[in-house]
């Protein structure tokens, strides 16, 4: 994974790695280039503007970012990243955010003894219930129930949302 300050076109970044499995197997199948056209977070990750600003959201979820903030760093305007964004992810920046914050809130929730103000606090929550909010918002269950495996689910259950993070792949 790439540091923030040293942050370039096809670096790779998240957590533990967690882009880089999906990125190097697009990367070996399509020889280094990935076809014109394709969407989803490699299409954007191959898009200059968008790829810039999913690593530095992947790099600092906790960040208070802005619309305007990440297209700032990410070298364009407001309007540009966000109909980029939208392209290719099928949300707003600030919307992706959210939902990649919650991916990996729900990862360490179930991976973790941490308190879920911590998590909520290290994932740029101000407060548990804001937290709670954007949590159920997005998995449709709150972190305490989606810990304890969401009712009758294994602990181990891998991450379901009721909104997917991005376009479904196309057909």
Known sequence: ????????????????GMMDAPLGEARARHGGQLPAGTKGVLGALNDPVVGRALQLLHAEPARRWTADALAREAGSSRTVLGERFNALLGKPPIEYLTSWRIQLAADRLRNSSDSISRIALDYGYESEPAFNRAFKRVTGMTPGRWRDGGGDSPPNMPLYFKEPLGPPPSA
Not at 1 to 16: F, M
């Open 1 to 16: 994974a790439a540091r923030v300050g040293s942050l370039k076109r096809g670096d790779e970044v998240g957590p533990g």
